[in-house]
């Protein structure tokens, strides 16, 4: 473990230094979307995680970013990172081929508290496009440890039934699980989807959920402000809904700088907030 | 106490140096700035303030973390060694000392970054009393005494002598190997020579600047304060005040094509540059004003809340000197000073 022996005054390696990871397979989820399982060299795991919490993927050369890890800590075998192309970095990932080495380093920050405020609780999970790559590692990590858990309710929307990420495990699997409701959503009305059309904050107000539950809201930011207000609408407190902030970050370790906002650094007092402590941020996020 | 002639310090610096690197202020093109002793050099004990601060000798401009090679589709990782030779930095103000006590707590709160807790370890600071404070200093508002500075060895300048006390175990092997040069001697000069500081002190420009608006209880109170907006304009975004400040830690990693590899190393960046938080998805710091006040936010209030009360600025007043706008942090703690009253 990299971790392990980064502590002062044994000097091994520093936590910066990342360690080589294998791309063991790649699948297409959208046209924009693509989710990479990631092994060790010699199989197996890099490392372990906590759902919600994050790693840093380089390709030598280019860049390096942060990115949540999508598969759950109950996977045993592999840890997976849905990508969106939208930038350099991203641009290079997608041209990967299974086989590729890349250079990893992780996990970072914090996690949803699957053990404590949310063990016990129903839940309901908000994704809007790519912003179900975190709450994927929750969902899955609450299916495979269902006793613990109450209701669960998906509700996830995207642009286009083309930009459905993960669609057919919601398909297949979540919505064939015990106690669980899927609700689907796109923005605009499309040829072949005969599921619900709308934005997600509207379909929220519509299914319209009692407040007995906890809610962990990722997406754009415009989607999360509006799901946000429509959840007030519906009863819920501040203290009832998580979600995860995304800023700017180069060291992961809170020493950087760059994802300071007031005195949390997202990296590492972050990525999951409560909505009361994003409250008590400056509005800089 | 002990003390060496002034004529006798040529002969200090060689002698540390034939044991260990030794770091000093250097004048060279009309400028002092902290650099490698050599025997052809030239010491500048005299010059009050080095242009940039002695932080790179802890946390250098740029340095490489690792080097990552590519052979046949294998990529294999190389970490960069830690220092593991002693140096000695000699001639550090007080407030460049207390600045270092700043980045201890950002560099070595877990986890620890190794580069730099290596270079601490085998690091031993001499710190050197400012004779004659500036117009722009004002340490003595973080409750600095730049008479007696912190550090392994404190020592103090006057015509004819340096004088040395040792303050730490690191100082007292460092002096322990230089007995044939320094001559033990009493305390009195060195008293005089405070004395004479403190009266200097009394009478700096700088002197009441008050902190009293600032603190962890300024974390949220003074963000949207209208006063940023009036203050920022002048501001160039050039940076110069995050590079010759003592205790600015950002940083950036990037990536360097050695042509048979690639080294990735981390350099000093600038939270005044509008690429600081620029994302793919955007940038949650778009103008200015943001940036600015994120600067002094994060200096004033944010740090101290997140370490016990301590400020993320020591009084050196270099921004002061430096800022090619006379925009600085002096401007915004007294622009806050008139809101409080």
Redesign the interface.
Same mark, same amino acid.
């Given at each position: 473990m990299m971790h392990e022996c980064t502590c002062f005054p044994g000097f091994a390696h520093d936590v910066l230094v990342p360690q080589v990871g294998i791309i063991t397979d790649i699948r297409e989820e959208t046209p924009d979307v693509k989710t990479f399982r990631v092994n060790a060299p010699g199989g197996g795991k890099l490392f372990e995680h906590l759902p919600g919490q994050c790693a840093m993927l380089c390709l030598p050369g280019v860049s390096e970013a942060m990115f949540s890890i999508t598969s759950s800590p109950t996977n045993r075998e592999y840890q997976e990172f849905s990508i969106k192309r939208c930038g350099e970095l991203t641009n290079q990932l997608h041209s990967l081929q299974v086989g590729d080495e890349i250079l990893i380093r992780g996990p970072y920050g914090n996690h949803f508290p699957v053990e404590t405020e949310l063990k016990g609780k129903n839940l309901l999970f908000i994704a809007g496009g790519i912003g179900l790559a975190p709450l994927r590692s929750v969902i899955n990590y609450v299916l495979d440890n269902r006793d613990n858990y109450g209701t669960v309710d998906i509700l996830y929307g995207s642009r286009s039934a083309d930009d459905l990420v993960r669609r057919d495990e919601m398909e297949t699997v979540w919505a064939k699980a015990k106690d669980v409701n899927v609700y689907m959503t796109i923005d605009r009305p499309q040829e072949g989807w005969e599921g619900h059309v709308g934005f997600v904050p509207a379909y929220l107000k519509e299914v319209g959920f009692d407040t007995n539950k906890v809610a962990l809201l990722c997406g754009p930011p415009i989607m999360i402000k509006f799901c946000l207000q429509a959840l007030e609408e519906m009863g819920f407190s501040k203290e009832q809904v998580y979600t995860t902030l995304e800023l700017r970050m180069k060291c992961g370790i809170g020493k950087c700088g760059r994802c300071n906002i007031g005195t949390k650094y997202v990296c590492k007092d972050g990525p999951v907030f409560r909505f009361d402590q994003v409250d008590a941020l400056p509005n800089e996020y | 106490m002990f003390r060496i002639q002034r004529e006798n310090l040529p002969g200090l610096y060689a002698a540390i140096a034939a044991e260990s690197d030794l770091f000093l202020p250097v004048k060279a093109a009309g400028k002092t700035n902290y650099a490698l002793w050599s025997p052809e050099c030239q010491p500048d004990l005299d010059t009050l303030k080095t242009v940039k601060s002695p932080k790179d000798v802890f946390f250098p401009q740029s340095e490489n973390?690792?080097t990552?090679q590519?052979d046949a589709?294998?990529?294999?990782?190389t $970490?960069e060694k830690?220092r593991d030779t002693p140096f000695v930095v000699l001639g550090m103000k007080a407030c460049d000392v207390r600045a270092v006590a700043v980045l201890d707590k950002?560099?070595?709160s877990a $986890?620890?970054?190794?580069?730099y807790?290596?270079r601490r370890?085998m690091g031993t600071i001499v710190s050197l009393a400012c004779g004659k404070p500036e117009a722009s200093c004002f340490c003595g508002t973080f409750g600095i005494d730049c008479a007696a500075p912190e550090g392994d060895v404190a020592t103090w300048l006057t015509e004819d002598f340096l004088y040395w006390n040792p303050q730490s175990e690191k100082g007292t092997a460092l002096t322990g190997k230089l007995t044939a040069l320094l001559e033990p001697c009493g305390e009195e000069t060195v008293a005089r020579e405070k004395d004479g500081i403190h009266a200097i002190c009394q009478r700096l420009p700088l002197k009441e600047l008050s902190l009293s608006n600032w603190g962890a209880e300024a974390?949220?109170k003074n963000?949207d304060s209208p006063i940023w907006e009036e203050l920022y304009h002048p501001c160039l975004a050039c940076g110069t005040c995050t590079f010759v400040c003592p205790t600015c830690?950002?940083?950036?990693?990037?990536?360097f094509?050695t042509g048979s590899?690639?080294q990735?190393y981390?350099c000093w960046?600038s939270?005044m540059y509008s690429d600081?938080?620029?994302?793919?998805?955007g940038n949650?710091?778009t103008s200015q004003m943001?940036r600015f006040r994120?600067r002094f936010?994060?200096k004033l209030a944010?740090f101290p809340?997140?370490y016990d009360g301590m400020f993320s600025c020591v009084g050196c007043g270099r921004c002061v000197d430096k800022c090619p706008s006379h925009l600085n942090i002096v401007k915004v703690i007294k622009a806050f000073e008139k809101e409080g009253k």
């Open positions: - | 973390l690792y990552c590519r589709g294998k990529l294999s990782v $970490p830690h950002v560099f070595l $986890p620890v970054d190794t580069y807790a290596a370890e974390a949220r963000f830690q950002c940083y950036d990693i990037k990536d094509d590899g690639v990735r981390r960046d939270c600081f938080t620029m994302m793919a998805a949650n710091r943001q994120q936010m994060h944010y809340a997140n």
